[in-house]
């Protein structure tokens, strides 16, 4: 028995296609497909809501506007989609007709994985289709950051798809599994990261927001709200710290220490990243987690 | 492996913790036999058959199929083997049609011969009307039907069955086992597995058992031979007034009968296996003119599956 053969990739490429079929016609997949729809008209309305409208912006703030939610958007997706593709099998007991046939867990691991990672890629490819034509329309042209961002979010969506499947391999409901999923994606990993505080370019959530800081206006402009608070901070320090009452020193003195931390690191400035670098943290990210499930996975029993 | 076996297990073990499911069983199966594996609950049936499709892995030990140890190589020695494991459940989004398909796409068959194979399985199942609807809309009974028709793809000669009549209603029981029983007849290199609790159901469909009890196996025998292997006949014979001490010792005293004892209304009478015996006891009673107006074996199978259990516990 060799580990890898060629009628193995025919069999992944089944599973995949089935479990495409399945992605395409089960509800997640139109509701994924509803919330991305629904992000698009909200960021695309609001501004002529508020009075403003779109036409004569620069095409980074267009950018800017359309990319900002696009990674908490991907892990809600991810969440939906991938989060259920193992357990299910259990759960549902389909795994009592495709386990018992001549494939291997492996293959079926890998279609599984393809499919998922298709069917999200196929969400977001919509939603960045839709940007592009606003940035046709009101910018007239197509920034190369877009093509970047859309390279990293499918980074991210293939390595928080592996934090997916981990949660997947090892619960035995797909409800649990997808409501840790969520919280594990947008919650722990983040707060993670803001308790470790610095430059976590390491973790997957800091990885995962060179979806929008490759866009260098927004990194430009974000860290610009940021040192005015700053500056806007210090001055009332400086201010208080002028009255000479010792009570309203003690308070400037807590101030200075949040604005010294950037308000305990929610409030860092963002480092224009290194592309390479975090592309290889996804990835870095993504393989080992789908390692971690594929062990569980081929080991896991009915 | 011998030819003759197509299914084969040696010296099998699967442990949980503490707890042995399966304790050194050793099994060869015949081939084209439809064999019943009967046992109580935990007597380590289903695990077994959970390990010769792949779906748990033995602690240790080896099982065959078609000469290909299924612990080494599930892929090559699961090729020729259809399962159908309790009442598995199907991609609710998919057809009986697309379904069939998807599994014969997965074992490698051609687009023509999938299409032919899943007419005639169909067919065979009685499906053929509910080929294009979704399978989420279906019964128990139309999916086990399904789940039947789905491990005969490809034609096999090993059928793995674990209590496919599971939790159906006796309509769907009786369908399932009609299916069976035209598959067992149609079929010249067919050899069937089928573990199961009604032992109606496996007198019915099977020719050979195999028991099993604390994960070891107990007998393995044509159906004829476990029936008749410990030599007792029971019958009850019903009378039309309570039976009296005088009429049990009348009986009793016959020089065939082994014994006879009052059963609430009735009396139970325990004779050799032989039909000359029954004859004889046949003819006595209604010389007896004790008011006695029917006579009825129990059910033998239940009684010898009893009286092995209970000696292996």
Same mark, same amino acid.
């Given at each position: 028995m060799s580990f890898i053969e060629l009628d193995d990739f025919r069999q992944a490429a089944m599973v995949a296609k089935n479990e495409l079929i399945k992605g395409m016609r089960g509800k997640k997949f139109l509701v994924s497909l509803a919330v991305i729809l629904l992000v698009f008209v909200l960021i695309t309305v609001i501004p002529y809501a508020t009075g403003g409208t779109w036409s004569g912006k620069a095409a980074s703030d267009i950018l800017s506007s359309y990319l900002s939610y696009i990674s908490m958007i991907s892990l809600l997706i991810v969440a939906?989609?991938?989060?259920?593709?193992?357990?299910?099998? !259990?759960?549902?007991?389909?795994? $009592?007709?495709?386990?018992?046939?001549?494939?291997?867990?492996?293959?079926?691991?890998?279609?599984?994985?393809?499919?998922? !990672?298709? =069917?999200?890629?196929?969400?977001?490819?919509?939603?960045?289709?839709?940007?592009?034509?606003?940035?046709?329309?009101?910018?007239?042209?197509?920034?190369?950051? $877009?093509?970047?961002?859309?390279?990293?979010?499918?980074?991210?969506? !293939?390595?928080?798809?592996?934090?997916?499947?981990?949660?997947?391999?090892?619960?035995?409901?797909?409800?649990?599994?997808?409501? =840790?999923?969520?919280?594990?994606?947008?919650?722990?990993?983040?707060?993670?990261?803001?308790?470790?505080?610095?430059?976590t370019w390491y973790m997957l959530d800091t990885a995962g927001n060179t979806i929008i800081t490759c866009v260098p206006e927004y990194v430009d402009s974000y860290n610009a709200i940021i040192y005015e608070w700053v500056e806007y901070m210090q001055k009332a320090i400086d201010y208080m710290n002028l009255s000479g009452d010792a009570e309203i020193m003690q308070v400037a003195a807590i101030m200075q220490g949040m604005v010294d931390s950037y308000m305990f690191g929610m409030m860092e400035p963002i480092a224009t990243p290194d592309l390479l670098r975090e592309a290889g943290i996804l990835i870095a990210w993504g393989v080992s987690a789908y390692f971690i499930a594929w062990l569980k996975f081929i080991r896991r029993e009915f | 492996m011998s030819t003759d076996s197509p299914i084969e297990i040696v010296d099998l073990r699967k442990e949980y913790g503490s707890f042995t499911a399966v304790n050194g069983l050793n099994l060869s199966i015949k081939k084209n036999s439809f064999t019943g594996l009967l046992g109580p609950n935990g007597a380590g049936k289903s695990t077994t058959l959970k390990i010769l499709t792949h779906l748990i892995k033995a602690t240790s030990g080896e099982a065959y199929l078609n000469g290909v140890d299924v612990t080494k190589d599930p892929k090559a020695a699961l090729t020729n083997v259809g399962t159908v494991i309790e009442t598995p459940e199907f991609y609710p989004y998919l057809t009986p049609r697309e379904t069939m398909r998807y599994v014969g796409e997965l074992i490698g068959m051609n687009k023509e011969s999938i299409k032919t194979e899943t007419e005639e399985i169909l067919e065979k199942v009685k499906m053929t009307?509910?080929?294009?609807?979704?399978?989420?809309?279906?019964?128990?009974?139309?999916?086990?039907?399904?789940?039947?028709?789905?491990?005969?793809?490809?034609?096999?000669?090993?059928?793995?069955?674990?209590?496919?009549?599971?939790?159906?209603?006796?309509?769907?029981?009786?369908?399932?086992?009609?299916?069976?029983?035209?598959?067992?007849?149609?079929?010249?290199?067919?050899?069937?597995?089928?573990?199961?609790?009604?032992?109606?159901?496996?007198?019915?469909?099977?020719?050979?058992?195999?028991?099993?009890?604390?994960?070891?196996?107990?007998?393995?025998?044509?159906i004829s031979a476990f029936v008749t292997s410990h030599g007792v006949r029971s019958v009850i014979a019903k009378t039309a007034e309570i039976p009296t001490a005088e009429l049990i010792d009348r009986i009793g005293q016959l020089d065939y009968v082994r014994s006879a004892e009052r059963l609430g209304n009735d009396v139970q009478i325990f004779i050799g296996d032989s039909n000359e015996e029954r004859n004889r006891l046949f003819n006595d009673l209604a010389q007896m003119n004790a008011g006695i107006y029917s006579l009825a074996e129990t059910d033998k199978l239940e009684e010898t599956y009893l009286d092995i259990i209970k000696e292996s516990a």
């Open positions: 939906l989609l991938s989060s259920v593709a193992i357990v299910s099998e !259990f759960e549902e007991r389909t795994a $009592l007709i495709l386990f018992t046939r001549p494939i291997k867990r492996t293959t079926i691991f890998l279609g599984k994985l393809m499919a998922c !990672f298709a =069917i999200t890629a196929l969400i977001m490819l919509v939603y960045y289709l839709l940007v592009t034509a606003m940035l046709a329309i009101f910018a007239g042209t197509i920034p190369w950051e $877009l093509i970047i961002s859309l390279c990293f979010c499918l980074l991210y969506v !293939f390595a928080a798809s592996g934090i997916a499947f981990i949660i997947s391999a090892f619960l035995k409901k797909s409800s649990v599994a997808t409501i =840790i999923t969520l919280l594990g994606l947008l919650m722990v990993i983040p707060i993670v990261s803001t308790m470790i505080g610095g430059d | 009307d509910w080929g294009d609807k979704r399978l989420g809309t279906f019964s128990k009974g139309m999916r086990q039907r399904i789940a039947l028709g789905q491990a005969l793809m490809n034609d096999p000669n090993i059928i793995i069955l674990d209590e496919p009549t599971s939790g159906l209603d006796p309509r769907g029981m009786a369908e399932i086992r009609e299916v069976l029983k035209n598959l067992r007849n149609d079929s010249n290199d067919l050899t069937i597995v089928m573990s199961s609790h009604i032992l109606t159901e496996v007198q019915d469909l099977c020719d050979r058992i195999a028991m099993i009890n604390h994960g070891t196996l107990l007998m393995d025998d044509d």
